[in-house]
């Protein structure tokens, strides 16, 4: 039991004594001062969940930031066109993709359709898997680190960001 409902205990049994009309002065101030200490405590519980509330909000202001940013980046260095919500978009080319525009990507290439997540905190095992590929690539071959799933039997390639534009201009 937590100390408001220790307290509305309290509040309630002075209530009941009230109502018989048995309360003594004393007990008139008491039920008063325990009123004045549960409106208290409940703004500051109150407090407490508008700054967690306004703290998620700040939160998912920061990762959609995030993601514009990943993503006009991403756009600009291999030549897209950032989606959004179109149901087509024209290339640099002066080509026109159509688009499902319910479930759009987020950069579309003459080639490539890109879903982008810029983290904050990425996974650390792609950092590892990258270093042991640029570390055992012998000179002038590119290192590209792969991750398998042997159940869904999906396989990803990954590779930096300098040498994919390399690649591919």
Request: glycine residues 8%; charged residues 35%; positive net charge.
């Amino acid at each position: 039991m937590n100390e408001i409902d220790s307290i509305y205990l309290q509040i309630d049994k002075l209530e009941d004594k009230k109502l018989f009309q048995d309360l003594s002065e004393a007990e008139i101030t008491e039920l008063h001062a325990l009123r004045a200490k549960v409106g208290k405590l409940e703004s500051e519980e109150k407090g407490v969940a508008e700054t967690i509330r306004y703290e998620k909000s700040l939160e998912m202001k920061r990762r959609r930031g995030r993601g514009r940013y990943g993503e006009q980046r991403l756009a600009k260095k291999v030549g897209g066109v950032v989606c959004g919500r179109s149901k087509a978009v024209k290339l640099p080319s002066g080509k026109y993709i159509q688009i499902n525009c319910q479930r759009p990507p987020d950069v579309v290439t003459e080639m490539f359709s890109f879903e982008s997540k810029w983290l904050k905190n990425p996974p650390k095992v792609i950092d590892k898997i990258m270093t042991q590929a640029t570390t055992n690539a012998p000179q002038n071959l590119i290192p590209v680190g792969v991750v398998g799933d042997r159940e869904q039997r999906t396989v990803f390639y990954i590779m930096s960001e300098k040498d994919w534009l390399d690649l591919h201009g």
